[in-house]
């Protein structure tokens, strides 16, 4: 059955029904009864009725009150007068020296977001949960990381309307001489209500030092808004007396015998519950390894004097932030919290740094990933130690403290590899024929030979696969699918990269893929390779890069060979460097890579599967299985076609070699590609005559 407009069913009979709309954001349902079951009748009697509601309602808004608007200066006066008196009550609060003083701050912030929801020009809080929260999301996703209104801040929205009553609000009216009239009383209301908005986002600058040290607090907070004019002057000066009910604050009463902004006082420090932290997020699945925070939660607690955890504030997050940025990007050695420069009083240590220049600042990126760390450990603190007092309120709020980083700033991006400098690389003694050990980039050898380990097969498989540095470091035996019709490298986690007996790796799900293997990595004997490595009984497909604990994977691949490999390059050809004079890495031959597919007619699908990318779109998300419906041998063809058809081959030049493995504390022990320089006073006696 056809739905009938603007009727409703009540009890089997029709009702006419629709929303009246007034100017003071108040909307209330009109319903009137059309006595007929019968649907026929009630579409002629809704139709009538319907026309009959646009008539009057166009009557209404053209009929003349007979009454003025408000004038700007009578606005401004409406305006002002409520600001004052509501940033006074929070100054008295703050500044009384009450149990409650330290929470000003908080309940401002409070108070601002039930203002956020009444100043918007719908009628909201008339609405459902439900309805509310749909409008929050869809807002959210407009401005951005703005979160949803919390549920404890939403009954100040009844308070503060209420107390916004027509009474009220029409006395304030009638102080300055203005009509109060319906639409004026709705036109104050809303003034007043942003009135308290302002006065709720002033108020948290109340303990800034700029406000403490000025003689008249309030003046200084509302600074920006110039000076009265002597129109509003005179009108204000008519309403002395009148009390805003909306401006009196009531802040909870902290615990006994506390003074923090937490719900207790834990009086361990920070640098005590840093193993316990680490070690729950861990087990939590958050993180899968914990070198690199461990590191970051020990540079706060250095930072910030170790303090207390029931004594840190908000001040914490910027001191952290400020002192961060005065580390130089290189040549500093943090140590630890027992050795070191993390040892000593941060004061201390600052009066030793260096200059900043800016080759040696901090990059924001760096900045940002730390700050997401912490955040990380502050949520899960708010749940113990962090607990605010005032429910939902963030103390600690290290997320806020991100920098935005200009999308046109570039100075950080290491430029990418050309594929005429790999090619260089590629015909260095290294996969032409070198010397044994840390000679391998010399040809001044007798017996040249070419020596396969992961200094031969890692830039090769870079350059064929386009994986990330540790993807292709820590590949183990079994990660390497040979008894396949197209032989293929699965990269997942793993134990081999991963610590404690746990497997890690995958930075991401997508980055869980299997990539055909090159048509050139098994011509040059690749998959004999993984047979002999797998004969030695190891589990690692280059064991040489997992021999310490300290450097392993792509960290010990880059001091053992990859430094002198760009050296070669270098030495032989001109490379660009960014600004701050760093020139193209490892991952720099992954950007080479995508570069490839950089050109009309590619598939996303198939670029986004061989690089390790989140796929985009419905569809390419959602809808496209097709490893599931076809199978995935073919997959893996159509993935190896991919490669071949846009990847230049540069590598055919090379002859392919019997497997010949060196001793594993020697494999991939490049050296330099330089001769040393005679001395000039070589072949003569250094012994004094």
Same mark, same amino acid.
């Given at each position: 059955?056809?739905r ?18 007034? @100017?003071?954001?108040?909307s209330k349902?009109l ?7 019968? +649907? ?5 009697r809704?139709?009538i009725l319907s ?8 009557d209404?808004k053209t009929?003349p ?13 409406i305006?002002?007068?409520?600001l004052e008196?509501?940033l006074?009550s929070?100054?008295?609060?703050a500044?009384?020296?009450?149990p ?11 108070h601002?977001?039930a203002?956020r ?5 719908d009628?909201?809080y008339?609405m459902?949960?439900?309805e509310?929260?749909r409008?929050?999301?869809?807002a959210?996703s ?11 801040a939403r +009954?100040?929205?009844?308070?503060i ?18 009509t109060?009239s319906?639409?004026n009383?709705?036109?104050a ?7 308290? $908005?302002?006065?709720?986002? @002033?108020?948290q ?6 406000v ?11 600074a ?5 004019s002597a129109?509003?002057k005179?009108?204000l000066?008519k309403t ?8 009196n ?9 506390t003074?923090?902004?937490?719900a ?7 640098s005590e519950?840093i193993?316990?932290?680490?070690a ?7 993180w899968?390894?914990?070198k690199?925070?461990?590191m970051?939660l020990?540079?706060f607690a250095?930072?910030?004097g170790?303090?207390?955890l029931g ?10 932030v400020q002192?961060?940025?005065l ?8 140590g ?6 993390m040892?000593?009083p ?5 009066k030793?740094l260096?200059?900043?220049t800016?080759e040696?600042?901090?990059s ?5 990933r730390?700050?997401?760390?912490m955040s990380?450990?502050?949520?899960h ?17 290290f997320?806020a $403290?991100?920098m935005?980083?200009?999308?046109e700033d ?13 090619e260089?690389l590629f015909?260095?003694p ?11 980039l ?10 396969h380990?992961?200094a031969?097969w890692a830039p090769? #498989? ?5 994986a990330?540095r540790?993807? #292709?470091?820590g590949?183990?035996i079994?990660d390497?699918?040979v008894d ?6 699965? #990269?997942?986690?793993?134990f081999?990269?991963g610590?404690?007996?746990e ?8 980055r869980?893929?299997?990539?055909p ?7 040059l ?6 047979e002999?490595v797998?004969?030695e ?10 021999l310490?604990e300290?450097?392993?994977g792509g ?7 990859w430094r ?8 032989r050809?001109?490379v ?7 020139g193209?890495? #490892?991952?720099?031959?992954?950007a ?6 950089e ?12 690089m ?8 390419a998300k ?9 199978g995935?041998?073919i997959?893996?063809r159509?993935?190896?076609e991919?490669?071949?058809? *846009? ?5 055919t030049h090379?002859? +392919?070699t019997?497997i010949?493995?060196l001793?594993?504390?020697?494999r991939?022990?490049?050296?330099s590609?330089? *001769?040393?320089?005679?001395r000039?006073d ?5 012994k004094?005559?």
């Amino acid at each position: 059955m056809s739905r009938i407009p603007f009727t409703i069913r009540i009890e089997g009979r029709y009702s006419f029904r629709r929303r009246i709309h007034f @100017r003071n954001i108040i909307s209330k349902p009109l319903t009137l009864a059309l006595q007929t079951a019968d +649907p026929c009748a009630a579409r002629e009697r809704a139709a009538i009725l319907s026309a009959r509601f646009v008539i009057v309602r166009a009557d209404v808004k053209t009929m003349p009150e007979g009454q003025r608007n408000l004038t700007g200066v009578e606005i401004e006066a409406i305006f002002r007068r409520e600001l004052e008196q509501q940033l006074g009550s929070w100054l008295s609060a703050a500044y009384e020296n009450a149990p409650w003083s330290s929470s000003v701050t908080e309940e401002a912030a409070r108070h601002g977001e039930a203002y956020r929801q009444l100043r918007l020009p719908d009628p909201r809080y008339e609405m459902d949960p439900c309805e509310i929260a749909r409008l929050d999301a869809a807002a959210n996703s407009a401005q951005g990381a703005m979160e949803l209104t919390p549920e404890w801040a939403r +009954p100040l929205v009844d308070q503060i309307r209420d107390a916004l009553s027509d009474e009220y609000v029409s006395a304030a009216l009638k102080a300055i001489g203005a009509t109060p009239s319906e639409s004026n009383i709705a036109a104050a209301r809303t003034h007043m209500i942003r009135a308290g $908005a302002s006065a709720s986002a @002033r108020a948290q600058r109340v303990f800034d030092e700029d406000v403490l040290d000025s003689a008249d607090p309030l003046r200084t907070m509302m600074a920006d808004l110039g000076e009265l004019s002597a129109e509003v002057k005179a009108l204000l000066s008519k309403t002395e007396g009148l009390t805003a009910p909306a401006a009196n604050t009531s802040l909870p009463s902290p615990a006994p015998n506390t003074e923090c902004p937490f719900a207790i006082y834990d009086n361990r420090r920070f640098s005590e519950i840093i193993e316990d932290t680490l070690a729950t997020l861990k087990r939590k699945k958050v993180w899968k390894d914990d070198k690199q925070q461990r590191m970051i939660l020990q540079c706060f607690a250095w930072m910030t004097g170790d303090r207390e955890l029931g004594s840190c504030d908000h001040r914490d997050v910027e001191t952290y932030v400020q002192r961060l940025l005065l580390i130089p990007a290189r040549g500093f050695r943090f140590g630890t919290l027992e050795k070191g420069n993390m040892s000593r009083p941060f004061e201390e240590v600052q009066k030793e740094l260096p200059k900043l220049t800016p080759e040696l600042e901090r990059s924001l990126k760096t900045v940002n990933r730390d700050l997401s760390t912490m955040s990380t450990v502050a949520k899960h603190l708010e749940r113990s130690a962090w607990k605010p007092r005032v429910p939902g309120s963030v103390v600690l709020d290290f997320a806020a $403290a991100t920098m935005t980083i200009p999308a046109e700033d570039t100075s950080d991006l290491r430029p990418a590899w050309e594929r005429e400098q790999l090619e260089c690389l590629f015909r260095s003694p290294l996969y032409c024929g070198g010397g044994p050990g840390k000679k391998r980039l010399k040809t001044d050898s007798l017996s040249p030979q070419v020596w396969h380990d992961a200094a031969y097969w890692a830039p090769l #498989i870079w350059y064929y696969t386009h994986a990330c540095r540790e993807e #292709i470091c820590g590949l183990e035996i079994a990660d390497v699918v040979v008894d396949h019709p197209v032989p293929h490298i699965h #990269i997942r986690d793993n134990f081999t990269r991963g610590r404690d007996g746990e497997k890690s790796g995958e930075k991401r799900l997508a980055r869980r893929r299997k990539i055909p293997l090159h048509r050139q990595l098994i011509r040059l004997g690749f998959l004999d390779y993984v047979e002999a490595v797998r004969a030695e009984g190891h589990v690692a497909l280059f064991p040489e890069l997992y021999l310490f604990e300290s450097k392993r994977g792509g960290a010990q691949f880059y001091d053992r060979a990859w430094r002198f490999m760009v050296q070669w390059i270098f030495d032989r050809m001109e490379v660009r460097v960014n600004d701050k004079g760093k020139g193209p890495d #490892i991952h720099s031959i992954r950007a080479l890579g995508s570069s490839f597919y950089e050109v009309d007619g590619v598939n996303e699908i198939l670029r986004a599967d061989v690089m390790g990318h989140d796929r985009t779109g419905t569809n390419a998300k959602h809808y496209s299985k097709r490893i599931q419906t076809e199978g995935l041998e073919i997959v893996l063809r159509e993935r190896l076609e991919f490669i071949h058809r *846009y990847v230049p081959e540069i590598t055919t030049h090379l002859d +392919p070699t019997p497997i010949r493995l060196l001793p594993i504390d020697m494999r991939s022990r490049v050296g330099s590609g330089r *001769y040393r320089k005679l001395r000039s006073d070589a072949g003569k006696s250094r012994k004094p005559t």
